[in-house]
């Protein structure tokens, strides 16, 4: 495509190159969950108690928003994209806390009493990062649908890298930043990737800042490295922000720091799942929440397991031999959710059917397998058949995120990448079970499986737990 051609293209779908549609969305989805956040303290210590606290003058203290915001913006989460989701989640709850903390302790010092009000600020810091979370996610969507959000940027590079990059900013709503042009050096015929331009001239930066006022530039591997340098002092450093996306990504993760040795600069990083202290924060993490969770759901688990004997012949819990820390085998406990006959209905699908021999070799799973009892199709959808694992975890064989477990016939699919993503105990939930479940291949679970290895933290943990609940309550790629 000629610059002539992209212009008129660009013209006719991008009219701001500003963040500031982004940002005003944000601040307003963000005024929005604090006072639902408000309402939800109040509202519990209404449902405690009537008499304690009127609910409906939690309006009243909407004075403090404002303070939320300032501390938002103190912490970087505007115009929130390009923000990793543990990250988000850490700045939310640390401005949380010092805010709800400082309207308390300004009430005490004003009545010194600690009354039901001060407890419903408790409470509302403890709901405000699920809700605050769940509102950006609503209000991404609709900057998308609209198309009032999406900031234009730049992407050098046509290579795999770049298209993965493209896909995934086209596919994504988080980001918010949306490709609007790639430009590379090689000798392809296409003109465009996923509807996005491409021109074969990586220096014409000034000119596309020029003309369009674009001000990200995104920068991976170019097909012809050779004038590389030449390419980023002349061209990309026209535009006022650029990101480097390297091209060995299994070496990078989210908490990378960058180190000057003397003029030269390092990037710093390190494998957090092999040190004990933070392998001790995640053990607790995994058997308090699994108790918790275990006590509270016993009477639902009991009534579970009395259908499941109910409505078809054999055991109520299945345990299944699955691959765990550094390749050690275990008993995956599992609703029962098969024919008691599974492994014959199996063999007798697959001998018949090409087409679900097919999808049983490439994911391990089948869409409409016809083991699966009419009971089991429910628990499947609803995740449920997943809670006898909190034994595994409670146990020390599984963790509550983590990997996925999987079984012998797997191992080739993770190639030379087993050893490493095997070396911490896999999980009940983890990344490429909120990113797609059962409808990722095996390159994606691979992918996320490594991210999450390398980008570990109690945030990444709790921000996947988050996502959980949403993903097993709307039952998508779930069979």
């Known amino acids: ?240 922000y650029h990101v480097l996306i390297p091209e060995a990504s299994s070496f990078t993760d989210i908490w990378m720091s960058v180190r000057d040795f003397d003029g030269i600069l390092g990037f710093v990083t390190s494998h957090k799942l092999k040190m004990p202290w933070n392998l001790g924060i995640k053990r607790f993490m995994d058997v308090s929440v699994s108790l918790i969770m275990g006590l509270a759901l016993l009477p639902l688990l009991l009534s579970i397991a009395a259908l499941v004997k109910i409505t078809s012949p054999g055991p109520a819990l299945f345990g299944h031999t699955r691959i765990g820390k550094d390749g050690k085998r275990f008993k995956a406990y599992k609703f029962r959710s098969m024919a008691a006959n599974a492994d014959a209905l199996l063999r007798e699908l697959l001998d018949s059917d090409p087409k679900a021999r097919s999808e049983w070799e490439a994911n391990r799973k089948i869409k409409n397998d016809p083991r699966v009892t009419k009971l089991g199709k429910i628990l499947r959808q609803t995740s449920l058949d997943e809670f006898p694992q909190l034994i595994n975890i409670i146990k020390g064989e599984m963790s509550l995120i983590g990997p996925r477990p999987i079984v012998d016939e797997e191992v080739p699919k993770y190639g030379e990448e087993f050893s490493r993503i095997f070396s911490v105990r896999p999980g009940l939930s983890g990344l490429w079970q909120v990113s797609g479940r059962s409808d990722t291949d095996y390159n994606e679970r691979v992918a996320f499986d490594s991210y999450y290895l390398q980008s570990w933290s109690v945030w990444l943990d709790l921000w996947v737990l988050y996502k959980t609940v949403w993903v097993v309550l709307k039952g998508k790629g779930a069979y």
């Open 1 to 240: 495509m000629t610059l002539n051609d992209f212009d008129v293209w660009y013209r006719s779908r991008y009219r701001r190159t500003s963040s500031t549609l982004t940002t005003t969305g944000m601040i307003i989805s963000d005024l929005i969950g604090c006072m639902l956040s408000f309402g939800a303290g109040f509202f519990f210590i209404n449902l405690y108690d009537i008499r304690l606290i009127n609910f409906k003058s939690f309006v009243t203290y909407w004075p403090y928003v404002p303070v939320f915001i300032l501390i938002f913006q103190a912490s970087n989460l505007y115009p929130g994209v390009f923000l990793a989701p543990a990250e988000e989640l850490r700045h939310f709850v640390v401005s949380s806390f010092l805010t709800h903390g400082g309207i308390i302790f300004s009430r005490f010092i004003e009545d010194t009493e600690f009354d039901a009000i001060s407890v419903a600020f408790i409470i509302s810091f403890f709901c405000s990062p699920c809700i605050l979370l769940t509102c950006r996610a609503v209000t991404h969507r609709v900057l998308v649908k609209t198309r009032l959000g999406g900031i234009p940027a730049v992407v050098f590079g046509a290579g795999k890298t770049g298209r993965l990059l493209v896909d995934r900013l086209v596919n994504s709503a988080k980001t918010g930043y949306v490709p609007a042009l790639i430009l590379d050096n090689g000798d392809g015929a296409e003109e465009t990737y996923r509807g996005v331009p491409i021109i074969r001239d990586p220096m014409i930066g000034p000119e596309i800042v020029r003309r369009y006022q674009i001000k990200m530039a995104i920068v991976t591997t170019l097909s012809n490295r050779h004038n590389w340098n030449e390419m980023f002092r002349s061209s990309v450093s026209a535009f006022r």
